[in-house]
């Protein structure tokens, strides 16, 4: 897996890489203990340790997982989400999508992604209000991006529930997955974002390609 502030780098073929992780939730004690924290029945270390982070990712192996910090900049991938979406720890996903043009190209219902993820971190620049990080990132998006330019106009504040994702990726073609938030109960600001193969589509055959 690849984490922020590490020379780890994912597999080009990310297959063996994963098959190395020894994926399985059972065999990771360290993920075991952070999902009970996720779920508040237990004390455990810093949700946010870059081992912890580096033993959950790579225990699930088999599905796309990043993890973000409250500004939505990546900590770190496994091995499958580096392969597929082309994320790198220090990516900010919202700047990403809004003014990286082959992103741009991958999401071809942006017109529904876009003011979805918005709205979402409206919602999280309010709930940190005093923190000028938020700031300098929406103005940098501002200056960059008419399309952010116009979302943000419209003054659209909650978190607006996932909707499915589809992405044309250059050589799996198109992959639709059902995404899921993961968050440790007292760690608000880390979120796990976890792809699950929609059911009825190729994703999960095309998965197993390079799994």
Same mark, same amino acid.
């Given at each position: 897996?690849?984490?922020? @502030? +590490? ?6 073929? !990310? ?6 992780? @020894?994926? #399985?939730? #059972?065999? +990771? ?9 996720? *779920? #508040?029945? /237990? ?17 699930? +192996? ?11 900049? %990546? ?8 392969? $597929?979406?082309?994320?790198?720890? @220090?990516?900010?996903?919202? $700047?990403?999508?809004?003014?990286? &043009? ?9 017109? %529904? ?9 409206? *919602?999280?620049? *309010? ?19 008419? &399309? ?8 659209? %504040? #909650? %978190? ?17 997955? *059902? !995404?899921?938030?993961? /968050?440790?109960?007292? @760690? ?24």
């Amino acid at each position: 897996m690849r984490r922020a @502030g +590490s020379g780890c780098t994912a597999s080009r073929t !990310p297959g063996g890489a994963l098959r190395r992780s @020894g994926g #399985g939730w #059972g065999r +990771s004690a360290r993920c075991r203990c952070w999902w009970r924290r996720a *779920a #508040g029945t /237990t004390a455990d270390p810093d949700a946010r340790d870059p081992a912890r982070l580096a033993d959950l990712l790579d225990a699930m +192996s088999r599905r796309p997982v990043y993890a973000v910090d409250r500004y939505w900049d %990546v900590l770190a991938t496994n091995a499958l989400a580096a392969y $597929v979406f082309g994320i790198e720890p @220090g990516h900010n996903c919202l $700047v990403t999508f809004f003014t990286d &043009e082959g992103t741009a190209r991958r999401y071809p219902f942006r017109d %529904v992604a876009g003011p979805m993820m918005v709205a979402q971190f409206r *919602a999280h620049a *309010a709930r940190y209000a005093d923190d000028a990080r938020f700031r300098e990132i929406v103005e940098d998006l501002l200056d960059r991006s008419a &399309e952010f330019r116009t979302l943000w106009d419209r003054h659209v %504040v #909650g %978190v607006t529930p996932h909707v499915d994702l589809v992405y044309d990726h250059p050589s799996l073609g198109r992959l639709s997955f *059902a !995404p899921t938030v993961l /968050t440790p109960a007292d @760690g608000a600001d880390l979120r796990l974002f976890v792809y699950i193969p929609k059911a009825g589509t190729p994703t999960e055959q095309a998965l197993r390609r390079i799994v």
